[in-house]
């Protein structure tokens, strides 16, 4: 056996997803993949720093694998990511040990790097922001690895524009840079092409895309950029262009994802509240591969906790938007991310987002105690903390409201024929086969007689069962495995199986 990596990744989708390109980049450089970190010719920790306790699990991390490094001179530590974009040299003050630091701009350069590091000894590459014209740079542009072979991580959008007060995210990410819209549909056709049916659509602030691409293109018209042909190729591939608007929005992109031969299901994440746009619930609408999820983060109900960190919506614009969504979209799942004990919260603001909690009546909600992040507005808001204790007591206040209102949702699924797609066995019983539905619900089902179906088969499953967090059911059919690029969704074989709900 060659060289091998292995990866641990501390964060968020985007992270989990830069790992990807990581590990793609590294396989094309000929490492192959090692089960356990420990053993590993190069251990790479991609880090976040959105998640609470950043530091202390990454300089954890570290500090274990100091061991390994007196052992094994020759292997290699790289630390990636927010973190590291944020840290940058202190990753090496307070580790020596580590032998490559990268940043959120510079992935592309991962194996280059480790290579580097091989050769001359250590080295910390951390680069202010992202070069536009570097395609590169962007990770879907690399070559990935990924985790599932029928599902895809597409990056439309790195960076914010934003400056929510407790975020990190527009200082280790830099300004929003969107990818041209053509280059998106080709890389989803590609996709397709090679048997992936699903696709997620990954961006800090979906519902921006492509403003910054108006301005570069004006720049460009302006006698800075490519000629009007180059230009053009550029952005090539959607109607936008012949209606005379000024950019492509989101919309246009689900439209023209969603169109593409093989692409069964296009899910999102994040749109942020302020910019939902009429055109993109349209769209959801409209569009029979986009699913019926959005992930609408509420943050707070209270609109003084709003202003404070500078969401740029009132509960009630939030809520009118949900709304508008619902009536369109029919039978949509709806999902959030919660922030209780935000500097200067009081027992009356956060009653409002219990109460704007219970309206919105959420499938699933990532609810967290606020924490400060070092580098973040609201981490100066230090006089305004809300007593560890009394954010505890609202956490599990809140915790209740959202559990009601998911197990009251899922309930409503019992007796429905859901279309699921498998995952694998499940991690409690093997034998037992889990997936998701178009809503993004959790489904355990009795496998086949044959046993648990490869990853990324569709199946109909009768649920029969639900709880806050999963639903149970029995398997009705199951497609027959689709062959890469030739099956559309149309002239689908279905097997027909009879085994118990689980
Ligand atoms: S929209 Fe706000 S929370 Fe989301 S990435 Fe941008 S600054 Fe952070």
């Not at 009132?314 to 919660?338: K, M, W």
């Not at 199946?459 to 062959?483: H, K, S, T, Y």
Request: charged letters at 25%; one cysteine or more.
């Amino acid at each position: 056996m060659g060289r091998t990596y292995a990866i641990r990744t501390f964060g968020c989708q985007m992270n989990e997803h830069d790992s990807e390109r990581i590990a793609g980049l590294l396989e094309s450089d000929g490492y192959q993949r090692a089960s356990v970190l420990e053993e590993a010719d190069v251990m790479v920790l991609n880090t976040c720093c959105i998640r609470e306790n950043a530091d202390n699990k990454l300089y954890g991390a570290l500090g274990r694998l100091k061991a390994v490094k007196a052992e094994r001179p020759d292997a290699l530590i790289a630390v990636a990511g927010c973190l590291a974009q944020k840290d940058r040299e202190l990753v090496r003050e307070r580790a020596g040990h580590v032998d490559v630091v990268f940043g959120t701009h510079n992935v592309h350069r991962a194996a280059e790097l480790v290579d580097h590091a091989r050769r001359h000894g250590p080295v910390v590459e951390i680069l202010a922001e992202t070069v536009r014209e570097d395609a590169e740079a962007f990770p879907s542009a690399l070559p990935a690895r990924r985790e599932a072979e029928h599902s895809a991580w597409v990056t439309i959008q790195i960076g914010c524009d934003n400056s929510c007060t407790f975020c990190i995210v527009p200082a280790v990410r830099g300004p929003e840079i969107s990818r041209p819209f053509g280059e998106l549909v080709d890389e989803v056709r590609d996709l397709a092409a090679g048997g992936v049916s699903e696709v997620t659509l990954l961006g800090q602030n979906v519902n921006s895309y492509g403003r910054d691409l108006a301005l570069s293109r004006r720049g460009s018209a302006n006698g800075n950029g490519a000629s009007a042909a180059g230009d053009d190729a550029w952005w090539c591939g959607s109607d936008w262009l012949s209606d005379r608007r000024a950019r492509p929005l989101f919309a246009d992109l689900l439209r023209a994802v969603g169109e593409i031969d093989g692409i069964r299901r296009v899910r999102f994440t994040s749109p942020h509240p302020k910019d939902l746009r009429p055109e993109t619930i349209a769209a959801m609408a409209e569009v029979p591969a986009v699913c019926e999820h959005l992930h609408l983060p509420l943050q707070s109900g209270s609109d003084a906790v709003l202003r404070a960190m500078q969401r740029g919506y009132t509960a009630e614009r939030y809520l009118a938007r949900l709304r508008a969504a619902r009536e369109a979209v029919d039978d949509l799942a709806v999902s959030t991310d919660i922030i209780v004990g935000f500097p200067g919260e009081t027992e009356e603001d956060f009653v409002q987002t219990l109460e704007v909690a219970a309206e919105a009546r959420y499938d699933s909600a990532f609810t967290f105690i606020f924490s400060p992040r070092p580098g973040t507005a609201a981490a100066e808001m230090i006089d305004r903390f809300v007593p560890h204790d009394v954010s505890v007591d609202r956490y599990e206040r809140l915790r209740r409201v959202i559990e009601r209102s998911s197990r009251l949702a899922n309930e409503a699924r019992v007796g429905r024929v859901e279309e699921v797609v498998v995952e694998g066995p499940s991690k409690k019983d093997p034998s037992v086969t889990t997936g998701r539905t178009r809503r993004n619900t959790l489904v355990h089902f009795g496998s086949p007689p044959g046993g648990v179906p490869p990853t990324g088969t569709y199946a109909r499953v009768e649920i029969a069962a639900a709880a806050a967090n999963f639903l149970q059911g029995a398997l009705v059919d199951i497609e027959a495995p689709r062959a890469a690029a030739s099956q559309a969704s149309s002239g689908r074989r279905l097997i027909p199986v009879a085994v118990a709900a689980t």
